[in-house]
Protein backbone atom coordinates (compact mmCIF):
# COMPACT_ATOMS: atom_id res chain seq x y z
CA UNK A 1 0.00 0.00 0.00
CA UNK A 2 2.78 2.47 1.33
CA UNK A 3 4.61 1.26 -2.20
CA UNK A 4 1.27 2.62 -4.08
CA UNK A 5 1.37 6.02 -2.44
CA UNK A 6 4.70 6.89 -3.08
CA UNK A 7 4.74 5.95 -6.50
CA UNK A 8 1.74 7.95 -6.87
CA UNK A 9 2.82 10.56 -5.33
CA UNK A 10 6.23 10.65 -7.80
CA UNK A 11 3.91 10.40 -10.18
CA UNK A 12 1.88 13.62 -9.44
CA UNK A 13 5.30 15.36 -8.53
CA UNK A 14 6.89 14.75 -12.06
CA UNK A 15 3.86 15.45 -14.19
CA UNK A 16 3.60 19.16 -12.14
CA UNK A 17 7.87 19.27 -13.19
CA UNK A 18 6.48 18.29 -16.59
CA UNK A 19 4.15 21.00 -17.11
CA UNK A 20 6.06 23.46 -15.87
CA UNK A 21 8.88 23.28 -17.91
CA UNK A 22 6.54 23.02 -21.08
CA UNK A 23 5.33 26.53 -20.26
CA UNK A 24 7.11 29.29 -21.11
CA UNK A 25 8.32 32.29 -19.43
CA UNK A 26 7.19 35.73 -19.62
CA UNK A 27 10.01 37.21 -21.54
CA UNK A 28 10.31 34.29 -23.78
CA UNK A 29 7.04 34.78 -24.79
CA UNK A 30 7.03 38.30 -25.87
CA UNK A 31 10.69 37.62 -27.55
CA UNK A 32 8.70 35.24 -29.75
CA UNK A 33 5.58 36.85 -30.12
CA UNK A 34 7.44 39.69 -31.11
CA UNK A 35 9.43 37.78 -33.95
CA UNK A 36 6.19 36.27 -34.78
CA UNK A 37 4.41 39.17 -35.47
CA UNK A 38 6.76 40.47 -38.09
CA UNK A 39 7.36 36.91 -39.66
CA UNK A 40 4.33 34.23 -38.93
CA UNK A 41 5.47 32.18 -41.76
CA UNK A 42 6.50 29.45 -39.93
CA UNK A 43 5.31 26.58 -37.45
CA UNK A 44 6.94 27.98 -34.78
CA UNK A 45 4.34 30.50 -34.34
CA UNK A 46 1.47 28.24 -34.49
CA UNK A 47 2.93 26.60 -31.64
CA UNK A 48 3.48 29.88 -29.54
CA UNK A 49 -0.20 30.48 -29.87
CA UNK A 50 -0.76 27.06 -27.60
CA UNK A 51 2.11 27.63 -25.33
CA UNK A 52 0.17 31.30 -24.37
CA UNK A 53 -2.92 29.05 -23.90
CA UNK A 54 -1.25 27.02 -21.21
CA UNK A 55 0.50 29.99 -19.74
CA UNK A 56 -2.73 31.91 -20.23
CA UNK A 57 -4.80 29.21 -17.71
CA UNK A 58 -1.83 29.07 -15.27
CA UNK A 59 -2.54 32.77 -15.01
CA UNK A 60 -6.28 32.21 -14.49
CA UNK A 61 -6.23 29.56 -11.90
CA UNK A 62 -3.86 32.28 -10.29
CA UNK A 63 -7.03 34.97 -10.40
CA UNK A 64 -4.84 37.58 -12.76
CA UNK A 65 -7.43 38.22 -14.81
CA UNK A 66 -5.60 41.18 -16.14
CA UNK A 67 -3.04 39.34 -17.42
CA UNK A 68 -5.14 36.78 -18.64
CA UNK A 69 -6.86 38.92 -20.87
CA UNK A 70 -3.87 40.49 -22.13
CA UNK A 71 -2.60 37.30 -23.11
CA UNK A 72 -5.79 36.14 -25.05
CA UNK A 73 -4.99 39.34 -27.08
CA UNK A 74 -1.30 38.76 -27.99
CA UNK A 75 -2.68 35.23 -28.88
CA UNK A 76 -5.29 36.95 -31.26
CA UNK A 77 -2.56 38.97 -32.90
CA UNK A 78 -0.57 35.84 -33.42
CA UNK A 79 -3.37 34.31 -35.06
CA UNK A 80 -4.35 37.40 -37.06
CA UNK A 81 -0.86 37.52 -38.28
CA UNK A 82 -0.69 34.12 -38.97
CA UNK A 83 -3.55 34.16 -41.18
CA UNK A 84 -3.00 37.40 -42.92
CA UNK A 85 0.31 37.11 -43.57
CA UNK A 86 0.05 40.21 -46.15
CA UNK A 87 -0.61 42.51 -43.37
CA UNK A 88 2.27 41.30 -40.65
CA UNK A 89 4.98 43.01 -42.13
CA UNK A 90 3.47 46.29 -41.57
CA UNK A 91 2.10 45.72 -38.30
CA UNK A 92 3.61 46.16 -34.40
CA UNK A 93 2.25 44.62 -31.47
CA UNK A 94 -0.53 46.40 -29.59
CA UNK A 95 -0.95 43.63 -27.00
CA UNK A 96 2.87 43.43 -25.67
CA UNK A 97 3.00 46.51 -23.77
CA UNK A 98 -0.08 45.44 -21.97
CA UNK A 99 1.46 41.98 -21.16
CA UNK A 100 4.27 43.34 -19.85
CA UNK A 101 2.05 45.74 -17.24
CA UNK A 102 -0.30 43.26 -16.39
CA UNK A 103 1.61 40.18 -16.48
Known amino acids: MKFLVILCLKFLLTSNLLLAEMIPTKSKIL ?31 QNKFKCQSSLLGLQSELIEAYFFKKFSKEKNSFMIPYVIKNC
Not at 38 to 50: A, G, I, K, T
Open 31 to 61: KQSSECIVNSQNQFCRELVSQIEKFQLVVFK
